[in-house]
């Protein structure tokens, strides 16, 4: 059975080197954190990023309003038709 501590119960278990485990023990005392917290935090903060940034499409001014305007653009007759078209899997 897992142990719980204040409602987390997953670990995990990271290798790195010294110099790293130093670095960062002394920006958790900097901030008055333990390890644990000062990794915590910045861990969820690094893959609130990354996901944050997978999950967006950014474009230049440019582009974006190439893109509107084929949003807002009439639909195409072909893709009109295509629309009509009966689904084969249905």
Do not use: C, N, V
Request: zero cysteines; hydrophobic letters at 45%; aromatic letters at 6%.
């Amino acid at each position: 059975m897992a142990t719980t501590t204040m409602g987390k119960s997953s670990r995990m278990d990271m290798r790195m080197s010294e110099r790293q485990r130093s670095l960062f023990e002394r920006a958790a005392a900097l901030k008055g954190q333990t390890l644990t917290q000062w990794s915590l935090t910045h861990l969820e903060a690094a893959a609130e990023q990354d996901i944050r940034e997978a999950s967006a499409l950014y474009l230049e001014p440019d582009a974006f309003d190439a893109f509107r305007d084929a949003l807002e653009a009439p639909m195409p007759d072909a893709m009109k038709r295509l629309l009509e078209t009966e689904d084969i899997w249905a």
